[in-house]
């Protein structure tokens, strides 16, 4: 079936510096979604790319979608404490009964360290 | 906009209780709403997909008579889990999309509820 790979697992940075999380996916996607948990909440939808090579910015995060639509990346620049959470990207599945499904990859887990 | 209330928020009952979780779609309509189950510091892991007026469809390895689902109306669907056991102690979180058929749509989650079975 298909599968979403997410890396890093954890990433531990100071603050002010860059953060980069890499999605990966086995089939090639319509779509990819990205969400953000905060620790102890639940997650909130970021954004959604469509167009191969779709680069999208939402202040100091640029989202960006491969040209083969099967891998994404999330960066952040100068992150903050409000930046930890766990990044997670998520696919839609494939086939005529998804009815919307999403496959969430593992997720990266931020850590901010002031 | 698209706000999804879950209810309650944190669950603690004894082995063998029967526990019902409430998902509603505040401020829109929810064809579809989907339940996952997360363990700590893990990625969400889809049960379910609940489409109001029809059955769920149970990912491989859900028990359907273990986690009854009912999607009963356009903002309502309420997962039940039966006979709860310690093995069943999870955080389950529900999520809204306002199309079953258009997968572009994203998912408005509720804020989960943690279920601790004694």
């Known amino acids: 079936g298909q599968q979403v790979m997410q890396i890093p697992q954890y990433q531990h940075v100071q603050e002010g510096e860059d953060f980069t999380t890499y999605c990966n996916s086995s089939?090639?996607?319509?779509?990819i979604q990205w969400y953000k948990q905060r620790p102890g909440g639940h997650p909130v939808f970021l954004i959604q790319l469509v167009k191969s090579g779709e680069v999208k910015k939402q202040k100091r995060l640029t989202f960006q979608f491969g040209e083969a639509k099967k891998n994404s990346s999330l960066h952040i620049t100068a992150t903050q404490t409000t930046d930890v959470g766990t990044y997670f990207c998520a696919g839609p599945n494939a086939g005529g009964t998804s009815y919307g499904k999403l496959t969430f990859g593992q997720g990266t887990i931020l850590t901010v360290h002031p | 906009g698209a706000v999804v209330s879950q209810h309650p928020s944190r669950v603690i009952c004894k082995s063998g209780t029967s526990v019902k979780i409430e998902c509603r779609s505040l401020d829109f309509q929810a064809t579809t709403m989907f339940w996952y189950r997360q363990f700590p510091k893990k990625s969400l892991m889809l049960m379910a997909t609940?489409?109001?007026?029809?059955?769920?469809?149970?990912e491989q390895g859900v028990e359907k008579d273990k986690f009854l689902i009912n999607h009963a109306s356009l903002t309502l669907s309420t997962l039940t889990v039966t006979s709860a056991h310690p093995e069943d102690s999870s955080f389950y979180i529900c999520?809204?999309?306002?199309?079953?058929?258009?997968?572009?749509?994203?998912?408005?989650f509720g804020d989960g509820t943690r279920l601790s079975i004694l």
């Open positions: 609940s489409n109001e007026g029809s059955k769920a469809t149970y």
């Open positions: 089939t090639t996607l319509s779509n």
């Open positions: 999520s809204a999309s306002s199309r079953s058929w258009y997968s572009n749509q994203p998912q408005h």
